[in-house]
């Protein structure tokens, strides 16, 4: 894993969560984003989001990896099967967040995590690193089937970025 090049994928989303908000109006924030049914700053919390689950993801792979293989497959079968309810959570979530806190709570929320990240990064060991373990693939396109933690660091930014296209900030 290189370290450094995810230090700079998490740098970059924080540089470009802070242009994001900074730069749009209120208007902005409220307008529908472009194929999900959130306004921008519903959809910018769900990006937010992305962050702030690596760290029970991280603790999940901990865990589940040291299981028998069978065990967490079937784990990430359980999972799958209840896609319809994590989805209406993760919806309403981000929805709710998304509407009722302000922007500095957000930049701060982002900050932070940003931060606790590169700390927790810096603190892995190479074995940690390549634990895996198998994921719910119905919950996000980013989500493969087996993915190690050093995929689990590297995800959020797959989801920032691909959510970042979905924004109708007139910023982007």
């Known amino acids: 894993m290189d370290r450094q090049a995810v230090h700079r994928e998490l740098d970059g989303a924080r540089t470009a969560f ?29 990006m937010l989001l992305g962050y702030l689950i690596i760290r029970a993801l991280r603790n999940l792979v901990v865990v589940v990896s040291r299981l028998p293989e069978p065990a967490g497959r079937t784990y990430a079968r359980v999972l799958n099967a209840v896609t319809v309810p994590f989805d209406v959570v993760n919806f309403a979530g981000a929805w709710l967040a998304g509407t009722v806190l302000p922007r500095r709570m957000l930049l701060r929320l982002f900050d ?16 940690t690193l390549a634990r895996s373990m198998h994921y719910p693939t119905r919950w996000d396109p980013f989500f493969r089937d ?20 979905q924004l109708t900030l007139d910023a982007c």
Request: no cysteine; aromatic share 10%; glycine share 4%.
């Open 112 to 127: 932070g995590v940003i931060a606790a990240l590169h700390r927790r990064l810096d603190s892995e060991s190479e074995a």
């Open 18 to 46: 802070h242009e994001l908000l900074d730069g749009a109006s209120d208007d902005d924030l409220r307008r529908r984003s472009a194929g999900t049914r959130w306004s921008n700053k519903q959809l910018l919390f769900h």
């Open 146 to 165: 087996v993915m190690t933690l050093a995929d689990v660091y590297h995800f959020p930014t797959q989801h920032f970025d691909f959510h970042r296209a």
